[in-house]
Nanobody, 129 residues
Framework: QVQLVESGGGLVQPGGSLRLSCTAS????????IAWFRQAPGKEREGVSC????????YYVDAVKGRFTISRDATANTVYLHMNSLKPEDTAVYYC??????????????????????WGQGTLVTVSS
C-alpha cells in the first residue's frame, strides 16, 4: 500500500521539543520533495518547511526559522521535523506531503493547495502549560 504516515505529535510545554516523522511505504522518499504543513483550529493550512530531492536543501518559513529543522533518513525512508523552542502558536495538526519534485521548496510551502502526489493523515501537536 502506497502511503505517507506522520507520527510523533503530542502535548508539550512551551519551550519544549518534539520530533515529527513522515514515513513512506510503497515508494522511495528520496525521489520526492517533502513539505510540512500545519493547520491550527479555525485557520487555513500553512506551509512550515520543505526539503528538496534535488540537492537536499531545506527551506523554512519565517515563523519557524531557527527553531525547526527538517532532515531525511534514507535508510528509514523517513523525513523528520525537529521542533525546538515550541510556542503555543505552534499548536496545530501537522501534515507532510510528497511530490516527485517539479518546482522548488519555496513554491511548495507557499501553495498548500498544490496537487502533491501524496499526503499524510496528520499528527496533532499541542503546546500548552
Amino acid at each position: 500500500q502506497v502511503q505517507l504516515v506522520e507520527s510523533g505529535g503530542g502535548l508539550v510545554q512551551p519551550g519544549g521539543s518534539l520530533r515529527l516523522s513522515c514515513t513512506a511505504s510503497g515508494f522511495t522518499l528520496d525521489h520526492y520533495a517533502i513539505a510540512w504543513f500545519r493547520q491550527a483550529p479555525g485557520k487555513e493550512r500553512e506551509g512550515v518547511s520543505c526539503i528538496s530531492s534535488r540537492d537536499g536543501s531545506s527551506y523554512y518559513v519565517d515563523a519557524v526559522k531557527g527553531r525547526f529543522t527538517i532532515s531525511r533518513d534514507a535508510t528509514a525512508n523517513t523525513v523528520y521535523l525537529h521542533m525546538n523552542s515550541l510556542k503555543p502558536e505552534d499548536t496545530a495538526v501537522y501534515y507532510c506531503a510528497a511530490d516527485y519534485q517539479i518546482v522548488g521548496c519555496p513554491y511548495y510551502t507557499s501553495h498548500p493547495g498544490y496537487e502533491f502526489d501524496y499526503w499524510g493523515q496528520g499528527t496533532l501537536v499541542t503546546v500548552s502549560s
